[in-house]
């Protein structure tokens, strides 16, 4: 019986300690929205948020043919200085939270386009201050 109890109190904090080692743990996934005319900071850089181009997307209580599209003016700033203008399409063949566009890298952080907000319905149209842009930052 002693033989019993040692063994099994040898065994099990080895069996324990054996399963902590084996833990990974994914990078973290930081999602920030953007609204329009706001800007956001990444150490020496700047994404702003300029405005929508476009928003032909499928109401979401609607059902469509083609999916839609939305387009997106964004404006990267370094140290305050405008040093690109960029414009992003989101849809199902364009940008998706399946299929994100990279908009900057910044010391081992990457920002990704993610989504625009909200999605159109077929009873309310959206203002453009109600509209932000979700970054995903690696």
């Not at 839609?68 to 700033?77: F, P």
């Amino acid at each position: 019986m002693k033989l019993t109890l040692l063994l099994f109190l040898f065994v099990m904090p080895c069996t324990l300690l054996h399963a902590q080692d084996s833990i990974q743990v994914a990078t973290p996934k930081i999602i920030t929205e953007l609204s329009i005319g706001k800007s956001t900071d990444f150490d020496a850089k700047n994404i702003k948020f300029i405005a929508i181009k476009e928003d032909s997307r499928c109401p979401s209580d609607v059902t469509c043919m083609w999916a839609g599209q939305v387009t997106a003016l964004l404006e990267i700033y370094s140290k305050g200085t405008l040093i690109e203008k960029k414009e992003f399409i989101f849809g199902s063949d364009a940008i998706n939270p399946d299929h994100m566009k990279e908009i900057l890298v910044v010391d081992q952080k990457t920002v990704y386009a993610y989504t625009i907000r909200p999605h159109p319905t077929s009873k309310q149209q959206i203002q453009p201050s109600e509209y932000y842009l979700e970054l995903l930052i690696q």
